[in-house]
């Protein structure tokens, strides 16, 4: 199975967006699927969401941090590599999506009355997030 196919297994079966992308990625950087489901939980709906940044962004970022992030204090090559792959993601999600956040990826706040709601019966979650999983998880191949 892909990363791909995982990742959106992952989202099919109750997941958010960033527990999908940190999912496809965990076992293989060393992180059990429990720990990663619990430490992205958070991430999802724009972060607990909020609309702000989209939770297939922030599970990339949690991927970068996984497979490059700074250990020691003094690793300050590890944080610059980390850094300029983030915003190399950033960049290349915001060309192919239009936007890094999730209110405007769907189209409608989250965070609003109503406004998970109204994205749920609109059925975005099934039709844009999967997209955008499968945007983030692209990105993330062609970077790692």
Do not use: W
């Amino acid at each position: 199975m892909t990363r791909q196919e995982r990742a959106l297994t992952h989202f099919q079966t109750g997941f958010n967006c960033a527990q999908s992308v940190l999912l496809a990625f965990a076992c293989e950087l060393g992180l059990s699927e429990e720990s990663a489901s619990r430490l992205a939980q958070a991430f999802g709906g724009g972060m607990a969401r909020t609309g702000q940044t989209c939770g297939a962004v922030t599970g990339a970022m949690l991927v970068l941090g996984l497979k490059h992030g700074k250990v020691k204090p003094e690793d300050d090559a590890a944080r610059e590599k980390t850094y300029a792959l983030t915003q190399e993601f950033f960049s290349q999600f915001q060309e192919r999506n239009s936007s890094l956040l999730c209110r405007q990826l769907l189209g409608i706040d989250l965070a609003s009355p109503g406004g998970y709601e109204l994205a749920n019966s609109k059925g975005l979650f099934q039709t844009i997030c999967p997209r955008l999983i499968r945007s983030s998880i692209e990105i993330l191949e062609e970077l790692l």
